[in-house]
């Protein structure tokens, strides 16, 4: 079994490209990258991580799926570039901390300890440039089915990874004619009623937890829904902040240096990049002619 070490010392089979402008942030948050899974949009976060850098970047959870690993062991080798790439910004000094999730519960077991630069936590809290306090925590310990039903999580995932494999399929149709990365579970989501019920409810849960801690707002995963909301509690303003996921929406969080923070829809990204560089290329054509 590979170390971290091995991780450290071993060369990536897509190479990093040279810094040419990278956007830098002051942190970035990721989650529920379900590294071990065919639904991990694995070449959409090498692009993400390739473009962009941080000062502190918080690992919130579900970054190796190990309920699919015991399963069937899955790794390809741009699950392994991933991996090399977030070990080599924490030894380029970016501070990593990594808050394990329910998938990848196997690690809460190391929390407070720290390996190759990466800090293992339980949660952690963070105060933004702008002064403001938020908690980070991956999420799992306010879902209701993973706290009393825990087998109904597992039935979940089984019924969650079937539909991911036909939103794959689709995926290649859909690059195959030339059209853009899109996710069939992510709009079931959103139109299954009961779904979005329990969406709403989780984030105002999570919220109520984040205020009775003292703090102004929260940064969580797991639901694999990003987000930006505001709740009311004992007449303060409470932040909710849902970083997304890696395998529907392929979102990150990430706050700028002067504290003003938003979520990046990766897939917009590349194609706003791309439609920018075919105008630069057709006015430099223009130009020539």
């Not at 991580?49 to 015991?70: A, F, P, Q």
């Not at 306010?142 to 539909?163: E, I, K, N």
């Not at 694999?224 to 303003?237: K, V």
């Not at 890696?246 to 990150?252: D, R």
Request: charged residues 25%; negative net charge; proline residues 2%.
């Amino acid at each position: 079994m590979a170390t971290i070490s091995d991780f450290s010392r071993a060369r990536p089979s897509v190479p990093e490209p040279e810094d040419q402008g990278r956007r830098n942030y002051r942190t970035v948050w990721i989650s529920d990258i379900h590294l071990g899974t065919k639904g991990c949009n694995a070449e959409l976060l090498i692009d993400f991580l390739d473009n962009v850098d941080c000062e502190t970047m918080y690992l919130v959870g579900d970054i190796i799926d190990g309920w699919r690993l015991k399963k069937k062991f899955y790794w390809p080798a741009a699950h392994n570039d991933i991996v090399w790439r977030i070990m080599k910004r924490a030894k380029r000094g970016t501070r990593v901390v990594y808050i394990p999730g329910n998938h990848d519960e196997m690690f809460r077991q190391f929390t407070g300890l720290n390996f190759g630069g990466i800090e293992i936590r339980r949660a952690a809290f963070h105060d933004t440039a702008d002064g403001r306090r938020l908690m980070v925590l991956h999420g799992d310990e306010f879902d209701a089915v993973m706290l009393s039903h825990r087998w109904l999580a597992f039935v979940g995932d089984a019924l969650y990874t079937f539909m991911m494999g036909i939103s794959r399929w689709v995926n290649v149709v859909r690059r195959k004619l030339g059209l853009p990365y899109w996710s069939l579970s992510k709009m079931a989501k959103h139109k299954v009623k009961n779904a979005v019920e329990f969406i709403g409810r989780y984030e105002e849960v999570v919220a109520r937890a984040a205020a009775e801690r003292g703090v102004d707002g929260v940064v969580c995963g797991h639901i694999h829904t990003a987000e930006h909301r505001m709740f009311a509690h004992s007449g303060r303003d409470i932040e909710y902040w849902n970083d997304g996921d890696w395998v529907e929406g392929c979102n990150a969080l990430v706050e700028h240096a002067d504290g003003t923070m938003e979520i990046l829809h990766w897939p917009d990204e590349i194609a706003a990049r791309e439609a920018e560089a075919a105008e630069r290329e057709g006015a430099a054509v223009a130009v020539a002619a």
